[in-house]
């Protein structure tokens, strides 16, 4: 069984950068590709980036591009997504997921799936 866990999140100003981290034990992680989701208050959960099990793809949603970067470190068994210029509309649970058998932007391509964590950005 794998456990995911979400950590660097907080509260920032609107322009400032966070880094999370998602910590994977347990079962296989590095074999498989990785997203990072987001969800608002009354709002679906949406997709916000995606790694390939080598980090060699990368698939960003469009509200994330060019400002998020995600990446990944197998032997630390540790995806990270370093968030810049973020804006009061990327308040949110951050949840990262490990993929099935497939990974991109649809949230039922993910098996596994962390406990989020809050990220608040003030305007």
């Known amino acids: 069984q794998v456990h995911l866990v979400e950590s660097g999140g907080g509260l920032v100003q609107a322009g400032g950068s966070l880094r999370l981290s998602c910590a994977a034990s347990?079962?296989?992680?590095?074999?498989?590709?990785v997203g990072w989701f987001r969800q608002a208050p009354g709002k679906e959960r949406e997709f916000v980036a995606a790694?390939?099990?080598?980090?060699?793809?990368?698939l960003y949603a469009d509200s994330a591009k060019g400002r998020f970067t995600i990446s990944r470190d197998n032997a630390k068994n540790t995806v990270y997504l370093q968030m810049n210029s973020l804006k009061p509309e990327d308040t949110a649970v951050y949840y990262c997921?490990?993929?099935?058998?497939?990974?991109?932007?649809?949230?039922?391509?993910?098996?596994?799936w962390g406990q989020g964590t809050q990220v608040t950005v003030s305007s």
């Open positions: 347990g079962g296989t992680f590095r074999s498989y590709g």
């Open positions: 997921a490990r993929g099935a058998t497939n990974w991109g932007s649809i949230k039922d391509e993910y098996a596994y």
């Open positions: 790694i390939s099990w080598s980090g060699g793809g990368t």
